[in-house]
């Protein structure tokens, strides 16, 4: 069974930073894109950064020059440093991946942890 667990979440003031960590975890082959989305309040799932299995990198222009994404591949991570937050930040976070284990390719889903940025 294949898991992705996501973990860094919390409450920060306005410029404040954090930093959000996925690890995945279970028969995994390989894994290429893994990526962070977010989704706020009465609205849809964005995408918000994505990094691919030769690092190229995908963000949003929302979050351009204050986010950055990284993968640690030998502990199939995924991290996503956040400065200069801003109260518009404010979702839940979801990892995601799309991993090639031993039951085929698939994208997989973590089960997404809070951010919230006060003014």
């Known amino acids: 069974q294949v898991q992705l667990v996501e973990s860094g979440g919390g409450l920060v003031q306005a410029g404040g930073s954090l930093r959000l960590s996925c690890v995945a975890s279970g028969r995994i082959v390989s894994i290429s894109v893994m990526g962070w989305y977010r989704q706020a309040p009465g609205k849809q799932r964005d995408l918000v950064a994505s990094?691919?299995?030769?690092?190229?990198?995908n963000y949003a222009d929302s979050v351009k020059g204050r986010f950055t994404i990284s993968r640690d591949y030998g502990k199939k991570t995924v991290l996503l440093q956040m400065n200069s937050l801003k109260p518009e930040d404010t979702a839940v976070y979801y990892c995601?991946?799309?991993?090639?284990?031993?039951?085929?390719?698939?994208?997989?889903w973590g089960q997404g942890t809070q951010v919230t940025v006060s003014s």
């Open positions: 990094i691919t299995n030769d690092d190229r990198t």
């Open positions: 995601s991946a799309r991993i090639s284990s031993y039951l085929g390719t698939n994208d997989y």
